[in-house]
């Protein structure tokens, strides 16, 4: 109790408010909602309830704004867990709780930063963005990596902007997100200085990063303009390939029942079908759209080769596949590239599994623990970066959530992919706003590596990215449909995919460096604030 007690003590009810408020106008700035323009402010209130109290209390109210805008993120869990991993409400309710509290933790650190470089202005107030983005690039490789929703993808309808992500990827465009919030943090704490000496030095801050930021904006706006305009030149004379989507629109909950296998196969060739009188060069089918082991069940295999010679095109279809191993047999979560007369040319097998979705960690010490996906045992990792030929054209295949792994496309990009194919079955999350957060994330991987993006998803959401990130077309979630589309295939090597997340990277090593530069240099003297002093939120 004396810890509540303490804890409670050292926060007050504006900084819990502005904590709070942080985390609602995170959320706000991505899909459902989807008001990009308030990720420009949704620190700014974080920043003032931590701006000076002690690091204790300022990881407190970092963690409570994390806690706020990941609840209300990835609400969507719940449904998940419940439905599929059929887990009591409250249960669920409590691996959502534990699992946010891990990325609040993010937030949380960078509030303790945030705290210990504005001890050392000027230069320790060019930080907070380098921290921010090294912070979120640990947490895309962290235990397995989660980038859901990064900071930057909160734009991914602003074409101008997001350009900027074929040099330093989505983290560039999270770096330009916080300049733009520490500068009006900067300016309101100018504006609201309460004696001659703060104004004055909050004055020289907020000029001079009002400055830098206009800079840094006007750059990557004069640079997105200039990059839209040279891709859309290279695209007028690059190759083209008719492509198909199908969106089988099947219920996740019937979908590997047997007595349903036959009639949810029929039904994507039906839809394949309708597609003839355009002609497409490739079909695609989302991820498992084929609900048994190809090549494995023969009476399923024949009838899915006859389909696809009867509609006389390409396909690439996802489906469950298994290989015979000594003693047991070994499952993969695949992608198939079937000629028109029925032959099978590739195959790609997915290469980052989800946990406790397709296989389970340390299973060995929770047996207790299932996953999701209804198969037997395990699925296998397959070669990440692998790509599939058709008609001599490269097609890198990104199953499920690999779509939110940058380095996944980037190693295909570097291998010759011309087109990258999103196959994924978003029936898991149901009608929240999750199929429209893992959407908005396949903008980036278009413009990161200058490819096209073909997204097929069972329930939802599909379509056409162009290589500038441009959607060309979307479906709506829950229904039936057969897309077709003209892609423009690119070959170009954009400076991401050659350098990957070496601008991310940097700016990890930059904060670690410069906290030992600031902490051991001992002509850098902090400022310190008198005891006295009441913080802002305590006005």
């Not at 989660?146 to 465009?173: C, K, N, R």
């Not at 990104?398 to 990009?413: G, T």
Request: proline share 5%.
């Amino acid at each position: 109790m004396s810890i509540f007690r303490e804890i409670c003590m050292s926060m007050t009810i504006s900084g819990i408010i502005l904590s709070c408020i942080s985390g609602l106008l995170l959320t706000a700035s991505f899909p459902k909602v989807g008001m990009s323009w308030l990720a420009y402010i949704s620190l700014v209130p974080m920043m003032l309830a931590v701006g000076h109290v002690n690091s204790k209390t300022g990881f407190r109210y970092g963690f409570m704004a994390g806690m706020v805008h990941y609840l209300s993120l990835m609400y969507w869990l719940v449904h998940t867990l419940v439905e599929f991993g059929h887990l009591p409400t409250l249960a669920a309710w409590g691996v959502l709780m534990l699992f946010t509290a891990y990325l609040a933790l993010y937030p949380a650190l960078f509030a303790v930063s945030f705290i210990y470089f504005l001890k050392y202005p000027p230069y320790g107030y060019m930080m907070p963005p380098f921290v921010w983005v090294g912070l979120e690039y640990v947490r895309s490789f962290l235990m397995t990596g989660f980038p859901w929703e990064l900071l930057g993808y909160s734009q991914h309808a602003s074409l101008t902007i997001i350009q900027i992500a074929d040099m330093a990827g989505v983290y560039g465009v999270s770096f330009l997100i916080v300049t733009v919030n520490l500068t009006l943090y900067l300016i309101f704490q100018y504006i609201s200085g309460r004696n001659s000496a703060n104004r004055q030095r909050y004055r020289r801050y907020a000029i001079t990063a009002s400055f830098i930021c206009a800079i840094l904006v006007i750059h990557v706006l004069a640079y997105g303009q200039w990059q839209m305009h040279r891709t859309q030149e290279r695209m007028e004379s690059a190759q083209r390939l008719k492509i198909a989507v199908i969106q089988g629109n099947i219920d996740q909950g019937v979908k590997w029942k047997p007595d349903h296998q036959i009639s949810s196969l029929e039904k994507y060739l039906g839809l394949s079908n309708l597609t003839k009188p355009d002609h497409p060069d490739l079909i695609v089918w989302p991820e498992t759209a084929a609900p048994f082991y190809f090549l494995h069940d023969i009476g399923l295999t024949d009838r899915l080769i006859r389909g696809i010679k009867d509609t006389g095109a390409g396909f690439l279809i996802g489906s469950p596949f298994v290989i015979p191993d000594k003693t047991d047999y070994k499952y993969y979560n695949s992608a198939f590239v079937i000629e028109p007369d029925g032959n099978i040319t590739g195959r790609y097998d997915k290469a980052h599994l989800v946990p406790f979705g397709e296989y389970v960690p340390l299973q060995k010490w929770l047996p207790f623990i299932g996953k999701m996906v209804e198969a037997v045992g395990d699925f296998q990792t397959g070669e990440a970066g692998r790509v599939l030929l058709y008609k001599n054209n490269r097609l890198g295949v990104l199953i499920c959530y690999e779509q939110i792994f940058p380095a996944l496309s980037r190693h295909m990009a570097r291998n010759g992919a011309e087109m990258l194919v999103s196959m994924t079955n978003d029936a898991w999350y149901g009608r929240t706003g999750a199929p429209y957060q893992h959407f908005s994330m396949a903008v980036f991987r278009a413009v990161e590596n200058r490819r096209p993006i073909v997204r097929a998803a069972n329930t939802g959401i599909s379509g056409f990215i162009d290589p500038t990130g441009k959607i060309l077309s979307a479906t709506d979630i829950y229904t039936d449909a057969a897309v077709s589309q003209t892609v423009t295939l690119m070959t170009i090597q954009s400076l991401y995919t050659r350098f990957g997340d070496a601008f991310a990277t940097g700016c990890l090593i930059l904060s670690i460096l410069f906290y030992f530069v600031f902490k051991y240099i001992k002509n850098i003297h902090p400022i310190t604030h008198n005891s006295n002093r009441r913080s802002y939120h305590e006005c």
